[in-house]
Every structure is written in structure tokens, then in C-alpha cells.
């Protein structure tokens, strides 16, 4: 058997473990895609086929096997203000409603954020907005980025991306304004990296540590996942989110069916979606949640 054909026991066995990890649902004929992610990882630790690799894991429980794995299998396509509307929502929206409304942080969450476009779009929008609005100030911003790939968040922490990754979504004035040049590679400035801090999450694991965030960006990740686990990640996600907060989902995606917790909201080209009074203070609270104004 070559690293390309994968027995029907073998894709099963391994569809179910990939589930079980980190939620991701494969179809029934996605053998090569899973034969061709796992292809360097079985050359490297010597193995034959996709079974042998499950049955290395099981032997060798604390092997780092699982995490690798799941490492290898997931897709981490991102670029720079991806869709562009969510951050002109922000700008525009909602950064001088929660200004407006209150001192304090501001505090977002982008969940899934590969290898960081995400999290260090919105702390260049959130600079902009600094910068623009001298009359609404924001006493300061913690962007928190989650990942379950170990890979992509030693990539996020280096804030180093070369020509290709920022040809994509980057404007010539934002790359001059937010990185500094280090010859074939750029690196984003302190500025824009003091207001990131990364931290491996499973979105499938509790969120509770987090605390609690204004705005979730949570874009381009359920779409690999069941419909039951949508939903559960929606109704945590909701318990994280301040009262009136926003959660922003991908541009292709919606809650559909999945959560009434929120109201839709629409901007120019884009939409997001506001949590419902009623949804609110259903978990416990960190204390200085109580000092904020009710939305
Ligand atoms: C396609 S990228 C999306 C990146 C970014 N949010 C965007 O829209 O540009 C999907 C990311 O989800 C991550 N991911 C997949 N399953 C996950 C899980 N169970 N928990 C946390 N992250 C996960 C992958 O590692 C990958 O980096």
C-alpha cells in the first residue's frame, strides 16, 4: 500500500479520531486529502499507512502523535482584513459604541486565528481608530487570538511574514505604517503586536479562562464542524461575550439555525450579530464585568 490509498477502515478509524480531536467533520471521499496532509508525518516517523499511524498514537499516548496530527490537518488559509468589511464594522461601529459607552478595554477574541492576519488586522484597525478619533478614546485594547494549531501559533508569536503572505490583503500604506523591514522578511511593530497575545485553545474545550470579550471574531472554522458542535460552540461563545457584545462570523457562514441568542445587525456590506438582552448573565461574572453599564 502506497501513503496514497487509505483502507475504508483505516479513513474511518481516523474520521472518527479527527472528530473526537478537534471537531472536524470529513466527508466520505476525502482520502487523498488525508492521505496528502499525513503523507510527510508518516515519511517522518517511518510508517506505512494511515492505520499504522493510529495505532502508533494509541501506543504512544504522550508522544505528541495526536497533536501533530491534528496539526497536519488542518487548513489555516488567512490573509490580511480578510473580507475587509468586518473591520470597517469595527471602526465605524462599533468601537465608538463601546467607547461611547463606557472606559476601559476593549476586549476581542479571534478564535481560530491561524497564523495571526486576523488578530493583527484588527490591532492595526484598532490603531487607526486611535489615531482618527482623537475626541473618542479607547483606554486601551487586549486582543487575544486562539488556535489549536501549534504550528500556526509559534508562527503568530514570531509576527514575521514574508513577501507572498503579505501581498495578500495588505495595502502598500499599511505595510510601511504597521512592519518594519528586515529584507526579504517583514515584521510587525510593537505597536501593533503589544495589543496581541496568543493562546492555544481547542474551540471544542471550556472558554471560561478567556474571561469575558466586546467583540468575537469567530470566522472560517465552524464550517468544518457538525452542526451539533456549532451549536454548542455559539451558546459558549454567547456566555463569553459582555452584554450587547458582537460576535463576527465568516462571510460565507450565518447562525441559520444554530443560535437565537442574537440579533442580527447589518452595515453597509456587512453583518454581524449582537447578543440579545435576554441571552445575557447566564454564567457567573469576573468582577469587574459588573462595573460595566448594561447595554
Ligand atoms: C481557515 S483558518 C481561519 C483563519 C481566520 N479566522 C480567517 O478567517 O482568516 C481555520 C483555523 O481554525 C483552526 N482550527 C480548526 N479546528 C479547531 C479547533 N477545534 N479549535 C481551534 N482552532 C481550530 C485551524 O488550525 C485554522 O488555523
Keep these: 500500500m502506497t501513503n496514497h490509498s487509505i483502507s475504508s477502515r483505516d479513513y474511518d478509524a481516523f474520521r472518527k479520531f479527527l472528530e473526537e480531536a478537534c471537531g472536524i467533520v470529513l466527508g466520505d471521499n476525502k482520502h487523498y486529502l488525508v492521505a496528502s496532509r499525513l503523507n510527510r508525518l508518516l515519511k517522518e516517523l517511518e510508517l506505512g499507512s494511515v492505520g499504522d499511524l493510529i495505532e502508533s498514537m494509541h501506543l504512544h499516548p504522550h508522544s505528541g502523535i495526536r497533536e501533530r496530527i491534528v496539526?497536519?490537518?488542518?487548513?489555516?488559509?488567512?490573509?490580511?482584513?480578510?473580507?475587509?468589511?468586518?473591520?470597517?464594522?469595527?471602526?465605524?461601529?462599533?468601537?465608538?459604541?463601546?467607547?461611547?459607552?463606557?472606559?476601559?478595554?476593549?476586549?476581542?477574541?479571534?478564535?481560530?486565528?491561524?497564523?495571526?492576519q486576523e488578530p493583527y488586522s484588527i490591532s492595526m484597525i484598532a490603531q487607526e481608530f486611535m489615531q482618527a478619533r482623537m475626541g473618542m478614546k479607547m483606554?486601551?485594547?487586549?486582543?487575544?487570538?486562539?488556535?489549536i494549531s501549534p504550528t500556526m501559533l509559534a508562527h503568530c508569536k514570531a509576527a514575521k511574514y514574508d513577501a507572498l503572505a503579505l501581498s495578500?490583503?495588505?495595502?502598500?500604506?499599511?505595510?510601511?505604517?504597521?512592519?518594519?523591514?528586515?529584507?526579504?522578511i517583514w515584521e510587525i511593530k510593537d505597536e501593533v503586536k503589544k495589543n496581541v497575545r496568543f493562546i492555544d485553545l481547542n474551540l471544542m474545550n471550556s472558554y471560561s479562562s478567556l474571561g469575558k470579550f466586546d467583540v468575537i471574531f469567530c470566522r472560517n472554522v465552524m464550517i468544518y464542524f457538525s452542526t451539533e458542535l456549532k451549536k454548542d460552540i455559539l451558546r459558549?461563545?454567547?456566555?463569553?461575550?459582555?452584554?450587547?457584545?458582537?460576535?463576527?462570523?465568516?462571510?460565507?457562514?450565518?447562525?441559520?439555525?444554530?443560535?437565537?441568542?442574537?440579533?442580527?445587525?447589518?452595515?453597509?456590506?456587512?453583518?454581524?450579530?449582537?447578543?440579545?438582552?435576554?441571552?445575557q448573565l447566564s454564567t457567573p461574572q469576573p468582577s469587574w464585568v459588573s462595573s460595566l453599564p448594561k447595554a
Design 139 to 147: 483606554s486601551g485594547i487586549d486582543i487575544v487570538g486562539t488556535d
Design 168 to 184: 495578500r490583503g495588505l495595502s502598500p500604506e499599511r505595510k510601511n505604517r504597521f512592519f518594519n523591514n528586515l529584507g526579504e
Design 71 to 116: 496539526d497536519a490537518m488542518t487548513t489555516n488559509e488567512t490573509f490580511w482584513f480578510r473580507d475587509n468589511h468586518p473591520y470597517v464594522l469595527l471602526k465605524e461601529l462599533i468601537f465608538p459604541e463601546i467607547v461611547k459607552k463606557r472606559q476601559g478595554q476593549v476586549r476581542i477574541w479571534s478564535a481560530a486565528c491561524s497564523s495571526g
Design 236 to 279: 459558549r461563545m454567547s456566555q463569553a461575550l459582555v452584554p450587547g457584545g458582537y460576535l463576527i462570523l465568516g462571510s460565507t457562514e450565518t447562525l441559520a439555525s444554530y443560535s437565537d441568542d442574537f440579533d442580527l445587525v447589518r452595515y453597509e456590506s456587512g453583518m454581524a450579530y449582537k447578543l440579545k438582552p435576554s441571552s
